[in-house]
């Protein structure tokens, strides 16, 4: 018959309290092998020596093996004497070998998922830990600062350099490509808005206020979140995988001082500037949809806008251009410093630190523009 | 045919040639040793062997088939014939032994959840790692890392296996006991092992049969059983086999 399988196993009771068992055939991993339970379940009651054997055992690999290891060991468990010298050699060695080292019983290993409740009460508890966790960091980079004040904090310059260059130059293309596209967006809005009374010229206003007080900040905060946070979040965690974090604290060099105050101020430094970017390139478009569509004259604009802006406006957008940048650095380093030993937690570490950052920069965001509105700046 | 032949292999890295001229067979259930000092291009050969690194001139033959000039299906399905065990163990982080152990059996056959379980639980008690299965990597010392890549590197019942530096980082009785397992697996199952090393006790207690790798000459200096290799072969080989008192 083609679908009898190509192993036989015969189990005979012998004598008393024993057990003969016999393989024949072919026992492979690709032979659709029974499972350990087969055997195991016969182990039971007064049964006291099993001897196995292997007449007509034609071609065996682990499968074989696997399946008697199950076995073998029940047997070891309950002191039954098991008899295996009617087996090929290399697996009588094999077996032994596998047999030599008891199996460790690992105490408060649960394997079982968790259920619906203890899910939420670990997601809870992990949330509760993350306040205290941020505090302490800060209070670390704040022992950094003061150091790096007292000029004692050691870090390379190179890696400063690295650093802004990787935020600042490098972040140009796809800072104005998005600066332009929301220059182009507000002026559209405003448009649409100050056409009704005839206004049109006030879309300068509205540019550049807006692009330069808020959304340039805004835009550069969230591309550099998941460009720069991301990256940060990533280079330390797979330091902490390495042991690299280790290394710099058993040489009693502060990872912080060494890793985290260079990103932190190559971003404070950076973002402002690359705001500063935004804010020019948004207005610019600004510009060429108030004279291209709405026929303002080029002259008009200008003048409005250098109207429009005043000293205080720059000065906002660079501050909240350097709070974002700090919130960013903090938040990829946080998560990098704090990552877990394997691949899957840098990447879990990189999704966190973006994830982080933009809530920490919307919050900082609501804070600056309502404390701003109650000075009057 | 013998399971790996090397002929008139160069391997190197652009214009850079780490060795040339390299010929060698490596017979049926041979534990095979190549040796040499760092940097002498062990690691280079060994990814060359294995398929992670195409040579620069010459071919490598597993049975008889040239694993180089051999189309990309017909490469995958002679690499499931190799085990490698890496130097680092390269066990993969985010998953428990058992799935790494699991993953190429799950990939390349058709056993069921429970069968691939009880395959698993087998393999890691070989390496006398049972009942670790729900460890990950990083819980692990430098030598359990080792004998769980060995494990990895059974998971297929391969017809060869190569190992890159077994004892690197091991203290000398775990280096023993990873060499023993390694005696024993060949025994047992028959396996053709390829062994890069420099460590001089595991290279004169389980070589069969060697290659020498000098880094000055940039080619093989000594070819044949380690033990013979101390009296009667290049002055440098017995050089290095004597820890330079020879
Ligand atoms: N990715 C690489 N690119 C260029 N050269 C390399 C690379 N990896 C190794 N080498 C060089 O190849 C030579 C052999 O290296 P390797 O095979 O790792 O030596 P071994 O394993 O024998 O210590 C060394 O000189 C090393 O500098
Ligand atoms: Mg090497």
Redesign the interface.
């Known amino acids: 018959m083609p679908n009898d399988p190509p192993w036989r196993l015969d189990i005979r009771p012998a004598g008393e309290d024993g057990l003969e068992i016999n393989l024949g055939g072919r026992w492979c991993l690709n032979a659709q092998l029974p499972a350990c339970d087969v055997l195991t379940a016969e182990l039971g009651g007064r049964i006291r020596r099993v001897g196995i054997a292997a007449v007509g055992l034609t071609e065996w690999d682990s499968g074989l093996l696997a399946f008697l290891c199950g076995a073998l060991r029940v047997c070891a468990e309950r002191d039954i004497a098991a008899d295996t010298a009617g087996l090929p050699s290399g697996a009588q060695r094999l077996i032994a070998m596998a047999l030599a080292v008891p199996e460790q019983k690992v105490p408060g290993r649960d394997t079982a998922p968790p259920s619906l409740s203890a899910r939420v009460g670990m997601a809870t508890v992990e949330f509760l830990r993350d306040g205290p966790q941020m505090l302490h960091f800060l209070g670390e980079i704040t022992q950094s600062l003061v150091r790096l004040a007292g000029g004692r904090a050691r870090f390379r310059a190179r890696d400063l350099w690295l650093e802004i260059e990787e935020v600042g130059p490098r972040a140009l293309p796809i800072v104005a490509v998005i600066s332009f596209l929301v220059g182009l967006i507000l002026a559209y809005l405003g448009a649409d808005q100050l056409r009704l009374v005839g206004a049109q010229i006030f879309i300068a206003d509205l540019v550049a206020i807006g692009m330069v007080r808020e959304v340039g900040a805004l835009m550069t905060g969230i591309i550099i979140a998941g460009r720069t946070g991301a990256a940060f979040a990533a280079q330390l965690g797979t330091m902490q995988v390495n042991e690299e974090i280790d290394a710099y604290k058993t040489l009693g060099i502060s990872p912080v001082d060494f890793l985290v105050l260079p990103r932190i101020l190559a971003l404070m430094l950076m973002v402002p500037l690359l705001t500063l970017y935004s804010g020019i390139i948004g207005i610019l478009a600004g510009l060429l949809v108030s004279v291209t569509i709405f026929h303002v004259g080029v002259f008009e604009y200008y003048a409005e806008t250098l109207r429009a802006l005043e000293l205080k406006h720059f000065l906002v957008g660079l501050s909240k251009g350097s709070v974002y940048g700090a919130m960013i650095a903090f938040a990829g380093c946080l998560r990098g410093m704090h990552c877990g030993r394997s691949a899957e937690a840098v990447g879990r570490a990189a999704t966190s630190a973006v994830v982080t950052a933009i809530l920490l920069i919307t919050v900082a965001a609501s804070i600056m523009t309502i404390v701003y509105y109650q000075l009057g700046i | 045919m013998p399971p790996v032949e090397v002929r008139d292999l160069a391997i190197g890295y652009g214009d850079f040639v780490v060795q040339r001229n390299l010929n060698f067979v490596v017979n049926k259930g041979d534990i095979f040793v190549i040796m040499g000092g760092n940097g002498c291009g062990k690691t280079t050969l060994m990814r060359a062997l294995v398929g992670l690194q195409r040579p620069l001139q010459g071919s490598v033959l597993f049975g008889g088939e040239d694993f180089w000039g051999a189309p990309e299906e017909e490469r995958q399905r002679l690499n499931r014939r190799l085990g490698v065990l890496f130097q680092v163990g390269a066990l993969?982080?985010?998953l428990t032994l058992a799935e790494n152990v699991a993953l190429p059996?799950s990939e390349y056959?058709?056993?069921t959840q429970?069968?691939i379980a009880?395959?698993v639980?087998?393999?890691l008690?070989?390496v006398?790692?049972?009942?670790?299965e729900?460890?990950?990597?990083?819980e692990l010392s430098g030598g359990m890392k080792k004998r769980a890549g060995v494990a990895r590197a059974?998971a297929l019942?391969p017809d060869i296996l190569v190992i890159d530096e077994p004892s690197s980082g091991l203290d000398p009785l775990t280096a023993r006991r990873l060499d023993e397992?390694i005696v024993?697996l060949r025994?047992?199952?028959?396996t053709t092992i390829v062994v890069v090393t420099h460590d001089l006790a595991s290279i004169l207690s389980i070589g069969d049969n060697s290659i020498f790798l000098d880094s000055e000459a940039h080619t093989m200096i000594s070819t044949g059983n380690p033990q013979q290799a101390l009296i009667s072969a290049h002055p440098k080989v017995r050089h290095f086999l004597t820890r330079g008192t020879g």
């Open positions: 993969w982080s985010s059996l056959t058709a056993l429970a069968r009880e395959v639980s087998f393999k008690a070989l006398g790692l049972a009942g670790f729900e460890f990950y990597p990083a059974l019942d397992l024993d025994d047992a199952l028959g």
